[in-house]
């Protein structure tokens, strides 16, 4: 074990280094930079907080680290409002403190992945700014959307569509014109047909590629491109049809154009710099898409993460999400929870013991698995949030994409005393419940039962255990109704008990983890209480 820590810590083992495709069985953390450890003790999560707990990230035996957006931004979508893609929001700290960062991350071992917002900027953004100034028909204005309204007096939106956070994803100028928004008003969307734009990303790629990082999680990667005249949806239930692809601004063929000219930039430079999508498609398939050989690396598995907790259901996604990214020779992805959904420790409905399974499954699959800062630490979702503290624009605009999306974002607790337990010297940007006390990193560490040692031993063993994570394959082994069961190529074998009851099986071989306790039974087989996962030495 020291050993590994020490091996991985070698800076050679960074950009720069010889060694090749790091990401294909990667675990990448993410951090959302609000919510996880606050340096100044003003309530709100920043870089210096997230620099002290590296340490935590590479004792805890992750890959990488995806941090959400640290941009100067007016927060209208807590940061996926960006108006400045080259400058830190001073409510997290400055670019100094993210040059320390990267430099302290790849001096541990571990890998930066930044969010590139390219959807949209926030109406706040110096070209907004100056598309509104400058009046109708300037070419300024063609670097977004604007159109004339519908109507006797242009007073209706221009076509039909809606906004992901409800309302109309159009919102009208003070002189009349209206501007696109598929999220909130504050978002204004990016006209990527535009040279200018696809100009400055190029940019922008590279500033962040000059300052060290390893990646870009691209948001909302499958929006960038709109039909060509913006042609109304017509009568559909339009939020139904998110991930769809007959909606005229998602998933449109043209936006592989422009990652495959990202993926030139990412090349360009040493250490294997990697593009992530957040595409929400209709299919794995179309997923796949994203992740042809000259295009990006990763995309999340959406289609996993929204899986309930059924056996056969569960094989289906699986085999589907590795039989469609076989063909393009890209890694699969598994997910179970970030800061736009329910955590899953309450989204699959069986507490504490489901979530440890279901985490023991996605870690014991074959490609690159993402954890959500807290998950570690089996919180649930924070459910009983008084709506004066939500800021969740989908909340204020009442119609959320996935429910509203503050109860998976309340800083995370690391001592269980003090102010904040332990998030910072001062209180927390929402209020945390009680339960943090003893689900604090403090009250976990050091208790083998804890979900924070599960998670640690499980990482431990995905990087000494030659099967885990490597590879495209599983092999699925007869199983009773409710069980998955498949090996891997090492010597490796992953149980789970999704069903109801308990199942009594041959035991496979030698325990190497499980996320409750097994039952053995006299004549060498085992006793797998429901809501269990297990993996052994076979
Ligand atoms: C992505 C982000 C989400 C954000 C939206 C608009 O889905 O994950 O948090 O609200 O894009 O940028």
Partial sequence: MTQRLADHAQPTDIP???????????????????????????????????????????DLGVDAVWLSPFYA??????????????????????????????????ALGLRIIVDLVPNHSSDQHEW??????????????????????????????????????????????????????????????????????RDEFRSILRFWLDMGVDGFRIDVAHGLVKAEGLPDIGDHEQLKLLGNDVLPFFDQDGVHEIYRSWRQILDEYDGERIGVAEAWTATVDRTAKYLRPDELHQ?????????????EELRKVIDQSLDAMRTVGAPTTWVLSNHDVVRHLTRLGGGVRRARAASLLMLGLPGSAYVYQGEELGLPEVTDL???????????????????????RVPIPWTAEGASYGFGAGGSWLPQPEVWKTLAVEAQTGDPDSTLEL?????????????????????WADAPVGVLAFRRPGGFMCTVNAGEGPVTIPAPGGLLLA?????????????????????WAV
């Fill in 299 to 311: 995309a999340f598995n959406f289609q996993y993460l929204g899986t309930g907790w059924d056996a």
């Fill in 16 to 58: 720069g280094n010889p060694r090749s495709d790091w990401w294909r069985e990667a675990v990448i953390y993410q951090v959302y930079p609000r919510s996880f450890a606050d340096g100044n003790g003003d309530g709100m999560g920043d870089i210096p907080g997230i620099r002290a707990r590296l340490p935590y990230l590479r």
């Fill in 455 to 475: 998670y640690r031993s499980a990482l431990a063993l995905r990087r000494e255990h030659p099967g885990l994570g490597a590879g495209t394959e599983v092999e």
């Fill in 128 to 197: 907004f700014k100056q598309a509104l100034r400058e009046g109708q028909g300037s070419p300024l204005r063609a670097r977004y959307h604007f159109r004339p309204g519908k109507g006797e007096n242009g007073e209706l939106p221009p076509n039909d569509w809606e906004s992901v956070f409800g309302g109309p994803a159009w919102t009208r100028a003070e002189d009349g014109e209206w501007f696109l928004h598929l999220f909130a008003p504050e978002q204004p969307d990016f006209n990527w047909e535009h040279p200018a734009v």
């Fill in 73 to 106: 931004s007016p927060q209208a979508d807590a940061g996926y409002d960006v108006a400045d893609y080259r400058a830190i929001d001073p409510m997290f700290g400055t670019l100094h403190d993210a040059d320390g960062l990267i430099r302290d991350a790849h």
């Fill in 386 to 408: 008084p709506d004066e503290v939500r800021q969740d624009p989908a909340f204020v605009r009442a119609a959320g994409q996935d429910g509203f999306r503050d109860g998976c």
């Fill in 515 to 535: 996320s409750g306790e097994l039952g053995a039974e006299a004549d060498g087989s085992v006793t797998l209480p429901p809501d269990t996962t297990a993996w």
